[in-house]
């Protein structure tokens, strides 16, 4: 997951927090609130993301530092817990907050609750920002992780509010086989964050037969 330029920092943080991530927790959302509502947890959560994202890019120098840990233990870490969190997915097992029928008393907090795991504190999107974050220890580049963070939560934000009718109409039978779906597609990427961290370890894995 090394960053080389611009770009591959856009696409890797596209790929583990990007629409295909955050459509589906938005859709199972939309069909208990207004759309008022919906935009209003859109924006506020959007910019929680963003808040959240920025403090990581800049201190992950000293979050490391603290904590003594590496690049490769972030990975593997990172790779299984996305690996439970979509084997709940799979499973229809809800994770990151109470039971469906206990809700806050202020919506947009119970809101952002539901969001937390999969989109505001993403375990995926965090290892991504820190592992991409020390990969060259200068501002500049950490400017450039936290700029290419940010404008990932907006083009999610965007899509969103642009999509927002389509996903009230959405029917949760439709929504439950795709979240199944999805976490089957994430279950594999949390297998391959922890080969990558074994494989950057020394630990020596075979060439796939496929050549992939």
């Not at 929680?48 to 233990?73: C, E, N, R, T």
Request: glycine share 6%; with cysteine.
């Amino acid at each position: 997951m090394s960053a080389i330029n611009l770009s591959t920092v856009f696409v890797t943080f596209f790929a583990v927090v990007g629409p295909p991530k955050v459509l589906l927790a938005f859709a199972q959302l939309s069909q208990s609130r207004t759309p008022a509502e919906l935009r209003r947890l859109t924006l506020v959560s959007s910019l929680v993301a963003a808040v959240v994202g920025l403090v990581l890019a800049y201190s992950a120098d000293f979050m490391a530092a603290l904590f003594h840990i590496s690049d490769q233990s972030l990975q593997i870490a990172g790779g299984v817990i996305f690996f439970i969190y979509a084997v709940a997915l799979v499973l229809g097992v809800h994770l990151g907050g109470a039971k469906e029928d206990a809700h806050l008393a202020n919506p947009l907090a119970d809101g952002i609750r539901e969001l937390l795991l999969p989109y505001v504190a993403s375990p995926l999107a965090i290892t991504a920002l820190l592992v991409e974050s020390l990969t060259r220890d200068t501002l500049g580049w950490h400017s450039t992780v936290a700029a290419m963070y940010v404008a990932v939560i907006a083009v999610d934000c965007l899509c969103v509010l642009l999509l927002a009718p389509l996903l009230r109409a959405s029917r949760r039978t439709s929504l439950e086989v795709l979240s199944r779906l999805l976490g089957l597609l994430l279950a594999a990427v949390g297998v391959e964050m922890v080969l990558y961290g074994l494989e950057s370890l020394g630990v020596h894995l075979a060439e796939p037969k496929n050549g992939h």
